[in-house]
């Protein structure tokens, strides 16, 4: 009878640990995608990070990318501890390659917002913009030294028709063709530049500026937006570490996630054998 149970038990312990292996390997987080790491609020996969970052933030063919409405951008790189996120839009000029765009955008309700000092410059605007009469455009002393060194040292001004100036920042007409977008306006809903609607032939974003003559080899050029780790959805169906709580711990960071996942799993197994062993001796 005592063999009987023991082989019971020790049956139920393999068949138990086994299980929860697969439970571990179910929960587990990629720890980054792309060369970037994914601490919380990121997550690579359902039930990893926070729940009203998913559908936002994505790892692609082992590239991580940035959905909005207005488009698909690439994740270049995260800055913890500071909650900011780079991204890259593909149709964005720089110094070197101007280009046609459209809009930039972020949906109202997300956890994002453009950084404060991020530096988002409309190229190829027409004098008859409705830029101008909403008064639009920074007109500070650094706004207008931006557009003066673009249209001065960026060879690629000249295929959007603008012509470089020494008295002057790239003017058609009466109104410059250049404009640094005012950035209390992108705080405001709808959180978005229409292009096309404002017309405009291109912009470029630049989040560091280092010396104001030199566009093509100082400046940082992508879009800097702000996060907040502690954003919950609107529906609030999930707490603030996403479906499964088990992977709190892989959102953190990747050295606490091994660590955490093998002080659980010697703690459960420990539990079991304890079981196992008070079952044996009762029988």
């Known amino acids: ?3 009987m149970v ?3 038990t020790f049956t139920t312990l ?3 640990l086994i299980h929860s292996s697969w439970m571990v390997i179910a929960w587990d987080c990629e720890p980054s995608c792309g060369g970037i790491s994914l601490n919380y609020p990121f997550g690579a996969s359902s039930g990893c990070g926070n729940a009203a970052f998913q559908s936002y933030v994505n790892c692609t063919h082992g590239k991580l990318y940035f959905y909005t409405p207005t488009g698909t951008y690439r994740v270049q790189s995260i800055d913890y501890s500071n909650n ?6 593909p149709h964005m000029s720089t110094c070197s390659s101007m280009q046609t765009s459209n809009a930039i955008g972020l949906p109202i309700g997300a956890p994002f917002s453009f950084a404060t000092y991020n530096k988002v410059i409309l190229l190829g605007c027409s004098e008859t913009s409705s830029l101008y009469g909403k008064q ?7 706004a207008q030294e931006i557009c003066r060194s673009i249209s001065q040292n960026c060879a690629g001004i000249s295929e959007l028709g603008v ?6 920042y790239g003017t058609v007409g009466s109104h410059p063709s250049c404009c640094v977008y005012s950035s209390s306006l992108l705080q405001l809903a709808p959180y978005e530049v229409d292009l096309p609607l404002l017309q ?9 500026i280092g010396s104001i003559q030199s566009p093509q080899t100082s400046w940082l050029y992508g879009i800097a937006l702000q996060y907040d780790p502690s954003f919950s959805s609107p529906q609030g169906q999930y707490g603030p570490y996403g479906q499964n709580p088990s992977c709190y711990v892989c959102q953190r960071a990747e050295d606490s ?3 955490a996942r093998s002080a659980d799993w010697i703690t459960g197994l420990l539990f079991l054998v304890a079981t196992a062993i008070v079952a044996i001796s009762l029988a």
């Open 1 to 3: 009878m005592v063999k």
């Open 6 to 8: 023991t082989s019971v």
């Open 14 to 16: 393999i068949f138990l």
């Open 84 to 89: 900011v996120m780079i991204i890259v839009d």
């Open 136 to 142: 639009s455009c920074d007109t500070s002393t650094e």
């Open 163 to 168: 012509v470089a100036a020494s008295d002057s």
């Open 200 to 208: 405009c032939t291109t912009y470029t974003s630049v989040y560091r």
């Open 257 to 259: 996630q091994a660590s």
